[in-house]
């Protein structure tokens, strides 16, 4: 497990660089995933018009 601590002025603060990692995965793939949800009511949409 990889931590890191950052130091900023008399605050300190302690970042696991695990946790952080898997929580930027689980927004990216909840954008994805709002994408695709958006795409297929486009491509909905589109086959009404044509």
Same mark, same amino acid.
């Given at each position: 497990? =990889? @931590?890191?601590?950052?130091? #900023?002025? *008399?605050? &300190?603060?302690? &970042? #696991? /660089? #695990?946790?952080?990692?898997? +929580? @930027? @995965? /689980?927004? #990216? /793939? !909840?954008? *994805?995933?709002? +994408?695709?949800?958006?795409?297929?009511?486009? !491509? =909905?949409?589109?086959? +009404?018009?044509?």
């Amino acid at each position: 497990m =990889k @931590r890191k601590l950052i130091i #900023d002025g *008399t605050a &300190v603060y302690e &970042v #696991d /660089e #695990d946790c952080m990692l898997g +929580r @930027r @995965r /689980e927004e #990216d /793939e !909840k954008r *994805t995933e709002e +994408r695709n949800v958006y795409m297929e009511e486009y !491509k =909905k949409a589109m086959g +009404r018009a044509e």
